[in-house]
């Protein structure tokens, strides 16, 4: 467990910070942790919430995952600063001792409950695309608006978040130009399948490749349709509800059981 001492207050907590503006919370949990220990994480499963009360009588809500160390996790050589004096990792059976406040411990007994590490599966509408009844061309090469766009380029941020490692589409345009910027920024390839598309969609295929990136370790996304995803979403055994252009699902895995799952939107365009 990777713990952090404050001096202003003194005590140990685990890593936390505040929201840039416009910032979605997925990407301030990975750029907190490491700007304020030096490592770097992905996410793994989503934590209960802790509410705080403010100054005000306003509340505070403060979003928790399991993180996933990339790269170097050594904090020896950590430069103590006024916000954060010392950084810990401290084994999983001592560190509820070294906590200060009993909030924490009880998120520490939620990692107890399932201290595997587990791997995303994301499933994404597309972004907004142009209307039918605008577009003359044939249905599946209708691309995204100027806005969808601008969604398509935020989604990437989320996708980065969870380290993403193998992108999947539909053969449609709007589906393709959705996953693009991720594909594209982290030098990955893009798999554009028809099974995932409106005119093609083939259940049974869309089945086994989802059955296969759920028992994968890798984390996955897959972009599809709204006609198409209450299939996708019922094959993982999550509960349909309908999405919004470019909103997702996140269904956390350990071994192909689901052991999670979460849903987002990119941060609203101005």
């Given at each position: 467990?990777?713990?952090?001492?404050?001096?202003?207050?003194?005590?140990?907590?685990?890593?936390?910070?505040?929201?840039?503006?416009?910032?979605?919370?997925?990407?301030?949990?990975?750029?907190?942790?490491?700007?304020?220990t030096?490592?770097e994480?992905?996410?793994?499963?989503?934590?209960?919430?802790?509410?705080?009360?403010v100054?005000?009588g306003r509340?505070k809500?403060?979003?928790?995952?399991?993180?996933?160390?990339v790269?170097?996790?050594?904090?020896?050589?950590?430069?103590?600063?006024?916000?954060v004096?010392?950084?810990?990792?401290e084994?999983?059976a001592?560190?509820a001792?070294?906590?200060?406040?009993?909030?924490?411990?009880?998120?520490?007994?939620q990692?107890?409950?399932q201290?595997?590490?587990?791997?995303?599966l994301?499933?994404?509408?597309?972004?907004?695309?142009?209307?039918?009844?605008?577009?003359?061309?044939?249905?599946?090469?209708?691309?995204?608006?100027?806005v969808?766009?601008?969604?398509?380029?935020?989604?990437?941020?989320?996708?980065?978040?969870?380290?993403?490692?193998?992108?999947?589409?539909?053969?449609?345009?709007?589906?393709?130009?959705?996953?693009?910027?991720?594909?594209?920024?982290?030098?990955?390839?893009?798999?554009?399948?028809?099974?995932?598309?409106?005119?093609?969609?083939?259940?049974?295929a869309?089945?086994?490749?989802?059955h296969?990136l759920?028992?994968?370790?890798?984390?996955s996304v897959?972009?599809?349709?709204?006609?198409?995803?209450?299939?996708?979403?019922?094959?993982?055994?999550?509960?349909?509800?309908p999405?919004?252009?470019?909103?997702?699902?996140?269904?956390?895995?350990?071994r192909?059981?689901?052991?999670?799952?979460e849903?987002?939107?990119?941060?609203?365009l101005a």
């Amino acid at each position: 467990m990777l713990l952090v001492h404050r001096p202003k207050y003194d005590d140990w907590s685990f890593p936390k910070g505040k929201q840039d503006p416009g910032e979605h919370v997925t990407t301030t949990a990975v750029r907190e942790l490491l700007e304020e220990t030096g490592v770097e994480v992905r996410l793994g499963r989503p934590l209960l919430p802790q509410l705080y009360a403010v100054s005000g009588g306003r509340a505070k809500k403060v979003h928790y995952w399991v993180g996933h160390v990339v790269g170097d996790d050594d904090v020896s050589g950590y430069e103590p600063n006024p916000e954060v004096d010392e950084v810990r990792w401290e084994p999983l059976a001592t560190a509820a001792s070294l906590l200060t406040y009993l909030d924490d411990v009880h998120l520490l007994e939620q990692l107890r409950k399932q201290p595997r590490a587990t791997s995303a599966l994301v499933v994404v509408r597309h972004a907004k695309a142009a209307k039918r009844r605008d577009w003359h061309g044939p249905d599946p090469r209708r691309p995204l608006l100027d806005v969808g766009e601008e969604q398509a380029r935020e989604l990437s941020r989320l996708l980065a978040a969870y380290g993403v490692t193998r992108v999947h589409s539909s053969s449609s345009t709007r589906c393709t130009q959705t996953l693009a910027p991720y594909a594209e920024e982290q030098v990955l390839p893009l798999q554009e399948l028809d099974e995932l598309s409106e005119e093609l969609s083939d259940p049974d295929a869309a089945a086994r490749l989802l059955h296969t990136l759920a028992a994968a370790p890798e984390s996955s996304v897959v972009c599809s349709h709204r006609p198409v995803l209450p299939t996708l979403l019922g094959v993982l055994g999550v509960e349909e509800e309908p999405l919004a252009p470019s909103e997702l699902v996140v269904c956390h895995h350990r071994r192909g059981e689901l052991v999670a799952v979460e849903r987002h939107l990119p941060v609203p365009l101005a």
